[in-house]
C-alpha cells in the first residue's frame, strides 16, 4: 500500500475507460483542439500526485466535520471519524522518527500523505466494479440489493466528484475568510461530500432507479474527464443552485446508465438511443468535460473540431 510512491495519479478510472478501447488504442481529445491514440491509460485522465493530502490539524478536521456533518446521526458520525483518524495520520507518520534497522518507517514517511486518497479511491473503485460489470452486460438488478446499491451510489458519486474539473473549481470559485483551509482540506472535502450525496440517494433509493440505455445507432457514446454528468442541470448562469438531480453515465460506446427519480421516464427502465438521441448525449458529455474526451476511434473527435 505504502511500499512506493504512486506519482501519476487517475481521476478518471483506467478500468472504466478500457470499453472504449478499439484496436488495443483509445483515441483522446486534448483541450479540444489535439487529438491522438494511446495504448497505455497512464497517459490519460491523471495527473502528478493529483491526490496527495495535505498534513491537517485538528482545527481542519472539525471545520470539515461542522461544514458537512451537523446533521449526521451518532452511528454514521463513527464511520467519519474513521476516516478523520486517516488523515490525521499524516501529521503523526510526518512526526516519525527515523530508524535505520527499519525500513517500512522509511518508506511511510515518503508515501502515506501521497498515496492515503489514491488508496481510497482504489478501494471505492473494487465496490464498484461488479456493479459496473453487470450494467455493461445490461443488467441493473444489483439496485434492488441493499449492500449492492451502496456500494455502487459511493462508486457513482466518487467517479462524479472525484474529477479535476470538479477540484479545479473547488480551488479556483472558493472565496471568503476559509478559503485557505478549504483548498488544504480539499481532499478531505471531496470524499465527505462525495459519501454524504451517496448516503442521502442511499436514503432516498426507493424514490430513484436506473435506466439502462441502449445505442442502436452507429455513433458510438463518448465519454470524458467528466465522465458522470448531472444532466438536468440546464441553467445558463452557473452561480446559481441546480436543484434538477439526475446523473448520466456513458459506459460504452454502446450502453450508458441514468440515475434518475423514478418518475422521469416514467416507468421505463430500459430505451434505445437513435441518432439524434446519442448527439445530444454527446454534446452533453463533451460541453461537461475539463481537458479530455476520449472516444473509440480519432475520426469521430475530429468531427467535433468542424
Known amino acids: 500500500m505504502f ?33 491522438f491514440s494511446t495504448k497505455d491509460l497512464m497517459n490519460v485522465g491523471q495527473q502528478s500526485y493529483f491526490y496527495k493530502v495535505n498534513s491537517l490539524t485538528e482545527q481542519d478536521i472539525s471545520f470539515v466535520r461542522d461544514m458537512f456533518l451537523s446533521d449526521v446521526d451518532d452511528a ?31 518508506k511511510l514517511k515518503q508515501h502515506y500523505a501521497n498515496n492515503l486518497e489514491e488508496e481510497i479511491q482504489s478501494e471505492i473503485e473494487s465496490q464498484g466494479d461488479p456493479c459496473l460489470a453487470q450494467l455493461l452486460s445490461g443488467d441493473a438488478r444489483f439496485f434492488e ?23 479545479d473549481a473547488l480551488v479556483s470559485g472558493v472565496t471568503g475568510n476559509n478559503r485557505e483551509q478549504i483548498i488544504k482540506c480539499a ?19 426507493a424514490n430513484y432507479k436506473l435506466v439502462i440505455v441502449k445505442n442502436i445507432s452507429d455513433i458510438p457514446f463518448i465519454t470524458s474527464d467528466q465522465p458522470v454528468v448531472n444532466f438536468l442541470d440546464i441553467k445558463t448562469d452557473k452561480s446559481q443552485q441546480t436543484e434538477e438531480f439526475g446523473l448520466y453515465y456513458p459506459l460504452s460506446p454502446k450502453l450508458a446508465v441514468f440515475l434518475v427519480e423514478k418518475e422521469i421516464f416514467g416507468s421505463v ?20 468535460s475539463h481537458e479530455q474526451v476520449y472516444a473509440s476511434s480519432e475520426t469521430q473527435l475530429k468531427s467535433f473540431l468542424i
Open 145 to 167: 440489493n441493499d449492500k449492492s446499491v451502496a456500494h455502487f451510489l459511493n462508486y457513482l458519486c466518487m467517479q462524479y466528484l472525484r474529477t479535476k474539473k470538479h477540484h
Open 269 to 288: 427502465l430500459e430505451m434505445s438511443f437513435d441518432k439524434a438521441s446519442v448527439e445530444e448525449f454527446n454534446q452533453i458529455i463533451l460541453n461537461a
Open 187 to 205: 481532499n478531505l472535502i471531496r470524499i465527505v461530500f462525495s459519501s454524504r450525496l451517496a448516503a442521502s440517494l442511499y436514503v432516498n433509493r
Open 76 to 106: 454514521a458520525c463513527l464511520i467519519y471519524e474513521r476516516l478523520f483518524s486517516l488523515f490525521r495520520h499524516v501529521a503523526q507518520v510526518e512526526n516519525l522518527e527515523l530508524d535505520s534497522s527499519n525500513s517500512g518507517i522509511e
Open 3 to 35: 511500499d512506493q510512491k504512486k506519482k501519476r495519479q487517475h481521476y478518471v478510472w483506467r478500468r472504466y475507460l478500457k470499453a472504449w478501447f478499439a484496436d488495443d488504442k483509445l483515441a483522446c481529445m486534448r483541450e479540444k483542439r489535439y487529438i
